[in-house]
């Protein structure tokens, strides 16, 4: 697969960079022969030569911090008892002018193989749009179990914000295919809940299960609003999620709420 070492300094760099370009770290970080070849390019003597191995072993320290990272993630979750299925669960859309507010759960597999981590979980916040879609793929693709649930901007006018995020936290919860044993919420405890739980202040930035949990209910609320902003353009909500920045609330102002706006969170903006 890789190049002879000894045939390194017979070779132009050029011929050295295209073998090697399309090399996956994920594979091969770990790889005996990948390292000595990574210490041949280190010691060549020509600059570019030596530039690229240096690249190649920043990646593969990149790589290796990056499953130590997570895989405290994952032990944090175990961290808490002998639990088989451990949940996690988060919210997006607490805080937007427009549409649902929306939950999610999941069971991850907490003994998963190093090949099989889920390698750039974090915060929702933290990552572009197409890493969250990347990523909300291979989360319901591994998950052990995952569940959505949302409540209506009317549900939310009717019994308010606060009810309705524990509400969507009760029916994800409710809804997974597996039973947990433990439920850890991401800054909230869960009232009325009946399996054990942990509110997690910062949850997805520590808890492997709440940082899926998130990612996968950012997306689908994403593409929830994504699917309004088809019926409803004026507000751009494909743009703002339904978020009051400055360009929202002025089209606001200008065309008046639409249906999916939650009218007891409008009361300053339509009195001004």
Not at 44 to 72: P, T, Y
Not at 167 to 177: A, Q, S, Y
Not at 237 to 253: L, S
């Amino acid at each position: 697969m890789f190049l002879f070492i000894e045939d390194l300094d017979k070779l132009p760099y050029k011929s050295i960079n295209d073998s090697l370009k399309d090399v996956s770290i994920k594979d091969y970080y770990n790889n005996e022969d990948f390292k000595l070849l990574m210490e041949a390019l280190i010691k060549d003597k020509r600059k570019n030569v030596s530039s690229l191995g240096s690249r190649l072993l920043k990646r593969c320290e990149n790589h290796i911090g990056e499953i130590k990272r997570v895989q405290g993630m994952y032990s944090f979750d175990k961290g808490f008892g002998d639990y088989n299925y451990v949940a996690g669960v988060d919210e997006v859309g607490r805080g937007p002018l427009a549409g649902p507010i929306v939950s999610c759960a999941v069971i991850l597999d907490l003994n998963a193989s190093t090949e099989d981590l889920l390698l750039e979980i974090k915060d929702s916040k933290q990552l572009s749009h197409e890493k969250r879609v990347e990523l909300s793929e291979k989360i319901k693709e591994k998950a052990l179990a995952y569940s959505i649930a949302l409540c209506t901007n009317e549900q939310i006018d009717n019994i308010g914000i606060g009810v309705c995020n524990n509400k969507i936290f009760l029916d994800t919860c409710d809804n997974l295919k597996i039973k947990p044993e433990l439920i850890l919420s991401d800054g909230y405890p869960i009232k009325g809940i009946k399996t054990k739980n942990q509110a997690v202040i910062k949850g997805d930035t520590k808890s492997a299960s709440i940082a899926c949990a998130s990612i996968v209910a950012k997306v689908y609320r994403d593409n929830l609003m994504e699917e309004y902003h088809k019926k409803y353009p004026v507000y751009n909500f494909d743009e703002n999620a339904g978020y009051g920045t400055p360009k929202h609330v002025e089209a606001i102002k200008t065309h008046g709420p639409c249906d999916i706006h939650r009218m007891s969170f409008l009361k300053n903006i339509l009195n001004t």
